[in-house]
Structure formats: C-alpha cells, structure tokens
C-alpha cells in the first residue's frame, strides 16, 4: 500500500501536463493525467484521487460539468485552474463544487500552498475538526466561541464571528461571496455583497495589525474571500 | 393664355385627360352656342348683310375653341357653316347656294372658322402638356428633396411610397427591397391591395441590377403620362436607394481602413512587446541549460529572477491584449457590486509592491467613503495600469499618490493617481489615452500602448471620466466614479454592533 496522495490532473495541454506531472511527482505524489472530462470523470473511478486539479478550458466538456459529477459521488478536493480574465467561470466552478483556483500562468508554489491545504481539509473532513484554530496572533476556539489576539480575548459581534468562524474553519481556502452570505447570514443570492464587504472592513480593524494591509482575511478580488494561517 | 401660374391640385386629378367625357360633352356644349347664335341672327336677319353675319358666326367657333378645346371648335365651325347657309344664305331654309358670291363667302367662312379653332386648340392642348408637364416636375423636384437626405434604405422606401401615394390618390403602393438578409416590403397605405386592381409593376433600377420593385394598384388603368411621372418617380427612389448603398459602402471601406491601421500599430508595438522579454528567457534558459553559467552562482539567481519577471511581463501583454480586444468587441460585462473603495486600492497596491519597489508608494484613500458601484477586478486593473504607468515615467525614489475624495456636488468620487514625473506636452494630454499613443519614443520605455486606453474603457463603462494633467512638481491621472447605481445610492447597512 502506498500512501503517497495520489493528484488527478485534468487538463488538454499536454505542455502544462507534463510540467505538473513532473513538478508533483517530484514532490512526492503520484500522478494521473487526463486530457479531457469524460476521461478523467472514468479516471477518478478507477483510481480515487485524493486531490483533483481540473482545468475550466476542456475541449469536450465544461469544467464545470465535471465538478458537479465529481460531487455527485466524491468529496474529493477539486482545484480549478483558469485565466485571470473569467472570473465568473472560476465563481461558477467554486459554487458547482469546486474547493479552490489557481490563475494561468501560477506559481508552484502557489500550487503546492493549495495542494497543502486541500490535503488538509480533506483528512479534517474525514477525522475530527480542530477545535481550536491559529493564525500568528490570533487564537480562534470554534467550540466556546471565543477569539483571543495576543491572548487577549477580541469583543465581536455575532455576524462578526460567524463570518470569522467560517472563514477560519475553512483556512487556506477560498470561499465565494455566495457560499459566506449563505453560511453567514442564509442567504442564497450573491447580491448583498456589501454586507459582507463592511463586516470584513470591521474585522480587520479588529484583528488586523494594520487594517489596510491585510495578512490574515485576503480578498479574492471578484470571486470572495480567504483566511490564511500563515503556515 | 396667361393661367400658367396655376395652384397645383392636391391629387393631379384635374391633370388628368379625361377624355371620355370630354369627348361626349363638348360637342354638345358647341352645338348648344351655335344654336343661341342663330337664333339671335334669325331675330334680326333683315337688318344685317350676310358677310357680317359670317363674322358674327366666327364667334361661337372661337369661344367653343377656346372653351372646350379642337372637338368644341370643329363641331362649332361646321354646325356654323351649316346654320349659316341654311338659315342666311337664300333660298333659305335650305342647303343649296344659289350665287356665286354666296359660295365664295361660305367658303371662306369655313376656311377662317377652321384655321382659328386650329390655332387656338392647339394653343390650348400645348398649354394642357405643358401644365402637365410642369406638374410632373414639380412633383420629381419635391420627391428627390425628400429622398436627398436619407440614407437609410427603408426610410427611403418609406419616403417614395408617401410620395407616390401623395401624387396618385387612391392608389396601392407595394415597396419591394431585395436585401441580403431578404426583402423588405413597405406598404402604403398599410393592409393587402384587393385582386380586381389593375397593377402596375416597374423595377428599382440601378446600375448594379434591380435593388427592389414598385407595385402600384390603380383604381383605373394608369393613363400614359401617369405611367411616365411614375416610371419617373421609382427612378428618382432607385437613385437615392443606390446612393444610399454607395455611401454605406464607403463607409465600410473607411471603417475598414482604419481598423487595419489600428492592426498593423497593434502587430508592431505587440511583436515588439512580446518579442523582448522572450529574448531574455530564451537567453536565460539556454545558459542555464547548457552550463554556460553555473548553476549555483549568484548569476544563476539573477537569471533565474529573470525568467520569472519577463513570464510575468509576457503575461501582462497578452492580458492588455485580452482586455482592449474585450473593450472593442463590446464584450466587456462589468460584475457591478457595492464595493469599499479602499479595499480595491489596498488590494491593487498589494500586487504592485514588487513592482514598486524602487518608488513610494502612498494611499490616501479612506474606508468611510461612500460604497461605490463598479467591478472589482476591472477597477484593480485600472489602479493597476495608472500606477505602472506612473513606476515607468517617473524618477526612481520619488512616490507616487493614490488619493480618493468626494467630488464638490457629492454626486462621484474623484480618483487621482499622481507621480513626480515629466510633464506631459499639452498637445499630448488629450490624446494619451488614444489606443497606441505613445508621447515617448517607443524604444526606451516599454508598453503595449494599450494600458492607458483600457482604462479609459473601463471607467466610461463605469459612467465614468478619465483625464491626465500636469500639476506643479508631477502629474497626475484623474477620474470619477458616480455613486449611484441605476438610479440609487449606497445602500444602508444594518450593522449589528452588539457583542456577545
């Protein structure tokens, strides 16, 4: 039994494949490539991936297809890969399933951070949740709802940790405008952005060591938001 | 034969030769005044000689000529010659002549009679053609002033339809286009023409073949000199039709010839820009490669910098490339939300700190500025472009300014990305957000030519203004962004501001 996490990597360009395939298994995953959807929806039967990669540009089918019949079955994590000019695709693909993107051309460590992290998520899903989650001076206990920066306990209001505590429990990943007004305040429609867009203001006056440059609550801009812990 | 300045009737009708009735009705007329005339004769015969009689008789042949035209006029002269002889001339009532000088004299009578209801009817049908005649012109004068200004098709079509139906009166018209796309039918007035009308069809000629057919249904068939002002008419519309279309085509050719222009700028300043940076990976990669720099020298480092900063530039090219081809195609769709303007210039400012790092950097944006209603990632492209705009001109270690306030009437928020660079040329300042307009020579600093103009597109779909100027020690990108959306403002927030 090999426990190297096993990558599905699908995308039609065989320049990038090969690069990805090269690039991951030298860091220690075991790579399986597909060059179009129907492929490599057959492919993740076969061989269960623990992290899919999918590029949004397929020649037979939309990207977005093979997520929603990825989710259909699996929780496997699902990593975009899409060009910086179609935001709505990559929001589309995040709100179908998918757990995070990467904009061509990326950095690889940009896509290793997010490989990192969906590994993450995904042994969190199948174990027991952290209780208790740290970024640098900031101290979140999801079980007695309380937040501490430098040890000291931060007053928020209720929608202020809700939005935090969302964020938190989903560190290192993206989270779209929709799914936080969903989670957060129940709404389906992505409409109301600029309630969310205030709280965020807030809690990073209230978190933040300097508000305006931001290292913990990131803006995605056009897709959402993400927590990062720093590690 | 003084009534040529005649008021044009509203339908032609009294233009039209009628001759059926005519025909009937102006003999009689004639015959009807030959009668009175001999009969007042016969009243005082014994007092007057006959040659005066005969002058007397020329009367009712020169009055029916004139009134009624050549058949009033011969139908007068030969019942006045027969009158003449048969009441005046002994042995009376009877058509025999006995003397010579009696025949003479009738004679000549018929003679005079006849030369005079020659003369004057012709005089009178020259003037009924030449009115006629006038009319027709008048009508073409009006119809080619209507048509002069139009050059859409359809209104033109339009145009010749109102106008035959004005001419004619009661009539059907049917304006045929053969367009590409197929025909376009305009009828006037609207509704089917009934079967039992007698039809006219005449094509829209032109040099280049049939652009279209006229049909006409008359309640009657169309006389000669209808036909002939309606021949006359669909040729003045088959005219402005073709010139319409000459126009349009002209058009094109400009429009046309001026995109290859853009094209060719487009093709040299691209190659250009992404042939250099490519120069470089090229260069860096195969030294790499091949060992001609060691691979764990400081020089590889640099190298290796390198290639990660001219992908980087290669990628901002194709990026403005994607952006102007989207601003041209109309393909631009802004995601309008509320955003918090200082976010977006924080956010913008992050990614360019690398590239800014030889320059200071200030925002003076504030976070209690109203929300305002624009595309979050299309309003970070323009901070984007401004600000490398400002990095490339401006003096290394000088700042370059990201200031936000409200506009004095409250209605915009006034942008203002500022830099302690050259001035601009004021010919220049109009025209540096122009597509490929550089002010500096091409070679020494990069850029597509593109960034500035991109700009200008995404503020305007904004409802936006973008303008540069020269201010004392620098310059300075301005614009504004209106804070309503679709007619209203910022929303209000509930914020909660209990604390658990």
Redesign the interface.
Known sequence: MNNEPQVLVIDDEPQIVRALKTILTQKGFRVSTAARGEEGLALAVVTPPDVVILDLGLPDMDGIEVCRHLREWTQVPIIVLSIRESEKMKVAALDAGADDYLTKPFGIDELLARVRVALRHLTQAQGSKEPIIGAGAIQIDLARHIVTLNGEEVRLTPTEYDLLAYLASNAGRVLTHRSILEHVWGWAEAENVEYLRVYMMQLRKKLEADPRHPTYLMTEPGVGYRFVTGD | MTSLNFRLPADLRAYRPAISTRLVSHPIFAAMLVGVVSGVLLLVRDLVTTPIIALLYLLPVLLSTTLWGLSGGITASILSFLSFDYFFIPPHYALIVHKPQDVIVLLVFLIVASVISQLVGQVKSSLASIQAREAEVIHLYDLSQSLSGLWDRSRIARMLAGKISEVFGRVQIEVRLYMPSGAIVIREPDGNPSDDMPLTILPLASTRGALGEVRVWSMREMSDAEIRLLRAMVAQGAWALERAALIESETRVTILEESDRLKSALLSSVSHELRTPLVTIRAAAESLHNGAVNRNSPAADDLLDALEEE?DRL?RVV?DL??MS?LEAGALTL?R????L???A??SI?GMRRAAQDHKLE?DVS?DLP?VPV???LM?QVFNNLISNSLKYAPTGTAVKVSAKLTKDGSAVLLEVSNEGPHVPAEHLEHIFDKFHRVTDAERIPGTGLGLSICRGIIEAHGGRIWAENQPGGFAFKFTLPLRWEGSA??K?P??????
């Open positions: 992908s990628n990026a994607l952006n989207r995601l939300q509320w955003n918090v200082a976010e977006i924080d956010t992050a925002v976070e929300l595309d979050h990632v970070q910022a929303p927030l914020i909660d501001s209990e604390i658990i």
